[in-house]
């Protein structure tokens, strides 16, 4: 998962045409912790995505603009738009990402 640190950087990468799965996290969050000791696989199985990865509080903006009200959140992005949302309520555990993942491909 490759890191965005600015907001220019997370304008070009969700500008593109490819499908762009941004996970929103801070470090000092209990389940954002949790949802990294289960992500690998998951993010080796759907690599369709790029993955990358921001911390809400560097870039609180971002997170405002896009409804990020809670963490972890997934984010799935293309063409400067945003296609999904899976809300942090919902991303406890690996069978709540893969379902997402899986509704997002149907």
Known sequence: ?????????????????????????AGWCPDCRRMDMFIDPIVE?????????????????????YDVMGIPSLLIFQNGEKQAHLHSANAKSPSQVTDFLEGVKA
């Open 45 to 65: 199985k759907y690599d369709e995505y790029t993955w990358y990865d921001v911390d809400r509080d560097v870039l609180p903006e971002i997170a405002d603009k």
């Open 1 to 25: 998962m490759k890191p965005i640190t600015t907001v220019e950087q997370f304008n070009e990468i969700i500008a593109g045409d490819s499908k762009a799965l941004v996970k929103f996290q």
